[in-house]
């Protein structure tokens, strides 16, 4: 049989651990997929010193690669979505598959590329766009199928896992850990995409839509980063016997789905609570299969580079098959989708950990739990510090179960008192059982 054709746009760090693996296993791919695979082309700035691409055909203009009539698979790794965008919708106009490790440009733009895609009768695959290595997209959209997805929650950005793994284990600084994973290459374009939750809530809305069959809602995605995190919010929820992680969560409940990014109180015994470094998991309760866990390297060359070149291995197997008998892009059939709201965070229930600062008084810690009861809410455990030469001191309350409406009304009054310093560090608390 006839060789499949990939051209490859943009040969940076995902771009370089792609080509890598596509020249260094390709005896075993051609073995699994029946015919051989070659890279037809590259559309690139620059070259990259970590790749040989002597004998390669390189263009500095990626839309040469999508026009180009020889290519049947297209790998987008340029990233950011203007371009990528129109890079993607071309080479789809030009009935080419697509592969992409892009989880910004099929958050945002997904629903209009799929349209696009179905009507050619071409594939987007894009399992490198959510949790880099772990193949968690097949896992939901084919191994999960039979279940109804209760809920999910995973540690899906690895710059941010690493940053906090770096910051509680060893004391290094914020800014120093960046650094580090921005010259290891695990690190977006704009970090701040990493470190504000953004990135994880391009993935979590992509892992929802394939979880319960909805068009995505990026812009419907509760997201907050790792920023406003302290040292001393870690050591008193260590103290208690929890973990902090940023986790992406979605949650079907009889109201609604969840949809939620952000720092969150786990037991130390909890298996996400165990996933450290650049390493991701992602938990999916279904209710036949019960509780799931997929792990592995959420960043990296080689890694992400294992879903790109796992993904032009699907597109290639399945080229000649009927479109009809595809697995879905959404894992949902298109015409299927539904319109299940997505819950608003005033509706979310959960437990808090709240960290505040308080004048060593008599009567303040009484007003707070009046005002905790007056608003539903009932506490689990307190932990109050003294502080040696400041009348200043930490207070940490943990408290059970409470919609997110009740705790917004606490948390303004508590902040009102006059012994009460600066703002209420708010962190959620999820039992993952
Ligand atoms: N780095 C990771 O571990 C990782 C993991 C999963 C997904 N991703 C995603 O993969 C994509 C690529 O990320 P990366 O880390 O490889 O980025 P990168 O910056 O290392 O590589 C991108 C490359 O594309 C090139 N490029 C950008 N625009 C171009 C254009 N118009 N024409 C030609 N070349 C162009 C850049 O010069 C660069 O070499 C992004 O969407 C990112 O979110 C990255
Ligand atoms: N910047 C992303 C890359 C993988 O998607 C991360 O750190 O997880
Ligand atoms: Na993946």
Redesign the pocket.
Known sequence: MKPVKVGI???????SGTFNILQENAEEITRRVGRSIVVEQI????D?PTCDTTDIDIT???FDVANNPEVDIIVE????TS??RELVLTAIENGKHIV??????IAEYGNEIFEKAQAKGVMVAFE??VA?GIPIIKTLREGLSSNKIEWLAGIIN?TGNFIMTEMSEKGRAFDDVLKEAQEL?????DPTFDVEGI?AAHKLTILASIAYGIPLQFEKTYTEGISRITAEDVSFAQEMGYAIKHLGIARRTKAGVELRVHPTLISKKALLANVNGVMNAVMVKGDAVGPTLTYGA????L??GSSVVADIIDVARTLTADPTNRVPHLAFQADQLSDEAILPMDEIECGFFLNMTIQDRAGVLANITQILSTNGISIESVIQREREGSDLVPLVVMTHDVKERNMNAAIAAIEALPDVAGAVQRIRVENLA
């Open positions: 746009c943009g040969l940076g760090t995902v771009g559309g690139a700035r620059r990259n500095r203009d990626i790794l340029i990233g950011g371009v990528a992409t490790a892009n989880k910004a440009l490198a766009a880099g690895g290459g695990y690190a977006e374009a990135d959420g960043a990296g060359a890694p992400t």
